[in-house]
């Protein structure tokens, strides 16, 4: 059995991480988060320790180290807004531990030098969440098109609403989130070229705080995409079912369905690193540098290019 702590634990995803240590038979000592809406906790480990100041979070667990070694920490999950990423995945290579770190891993891909340099340092590792590698679907995906030398016809649609509130937390802020295509679009972009290539070229048509759009071209494979957060841009069959989220991959001009399959992939990547696998920096280099230079793009419209939702606003 591991020890596990966490950081951001009152967060959106942190049940995806509670559920995956348990159900991988490991055990949580400890867990942080400013924010104390964390009843979550009792569903999965009750007897854990929580911290609303980090600082003696890390001091609770530097002592674990020193004095207690069979509580001592053997992995920090990290939760918490991107910004924060990169210091507390240096916080766990102090504590001596190992990092499993949700996308991104960092939010400007230069970080990524100084943590490999880190992990040789202190003999760590960092592992980030790519969960959509896991999914059958897509590893059945990748096994159909890993032979094919053609370029393929991709479109990518993923609309999943936010309110009002978005853009008062971390995630509407381009500094702490790195923007909508680090936010939302990295684990696609990560998807993509996990299944056909590197990128040899990136368009962007638009960058705003509630969507993006653009063009890449991979070795295999040439894409549309388009991001949003404005339920105005939901398609009315998903309005009229009380959908929020829309989210759509055609592969020369065929419908890849996969919005089921997602409940346990957190728990497979969890069991895939504690096998001595998993993905670290190297795997989560190529969509941190893709989303990035998104970021700094100029936008522009492409006509021949862009995505046909995007087409809808500037007939």
Not at 84 to 113: Q, T, W
Not at 219 to 230: E, Q
Request: proline share 3%; hydrophobic share 35%; with cysteine.
């Amino acid at each position: 059995m591991k020890n596990f702590a966490i950081t951001g634990v009152a967060g959106y995803i942190a049940p995806r991480h509670l559920q995956a240590i348990r159900d991988t038979g490991n055990n949580l000592i400890a867990a942080v988060d400013p924010h104390d809406s964390v009843g979550i906790i009792d569903r999965y480990f009750p007897e854990a320790s929580f911290f609303t100041e980090f600082e003696r979070f890390d001091r609770y667990l530097d002592k674990l180290r020193r004095e207690d070694k069979s509580n001592s920490i053997n992995y920090i999950s990290i939760c918490s807004p991107n910004h924060l990423h990169d210091a507390h995945i240096r916080h766990a290579f102090r504590l001596h531990s190992d990092a499993i770190c949700e996308k991104p891993l960092v939010i400007k891909p230069h970080n990524l030098d100084a943590l490999q340099e880190l992990e040789i340092e202190y003999n760590q590792r960092v592992f980030t969440i790519l969960q959509l590698r896991k999914h059958e679907k897509i590893i059945d995906l990748k096994n159909k098109f890993k032979k094919s030398n053609k370029k393929h016809n991709i479109v990518l649609s993923y609309i999943t609403s936010r309110g009002p509130w978005y853009k008062f937390s971390w995630k509407g802020s381009y500094e702490k989130s790195g923007g909508i295509a680090t936010n939302i679009g990295v684990h696609f972009f990560d998807m993509l070229m996990w299944i056909f290539g590197k990128v040899q070229r990136s368009d962007v048509h638009l960058f705003t705080e509630t969507k993006a759009s653009g063009f890449i071209e991979l070795d295999n494979a040439y894409i549309t995409w388009y991001l949003s957060i404005d339920s105005n841009d939901l398609p009315t069959e998903s309005l009229s079912k009380g959908q929020r989220t829309f989210r759509s991959i055609t592969i020369d001009n065929q419908e890849i369905e996969f919005s089921e399959g997602f409940t346990d992939l957190h728990t497979a990547v969890y069991q895939d690193i504690l096998n001595g696998g998993g993905n670290g920096i190297n795997e989560a280099r190529s969509s941190l540098e893709l989303v990035y230079n998104i970021s700094l793009s100029k936008p522009s419209i492409d006509l021949e290019t862009a995505h046909p939702l995007l087409l809808m606003y500037h007939k």
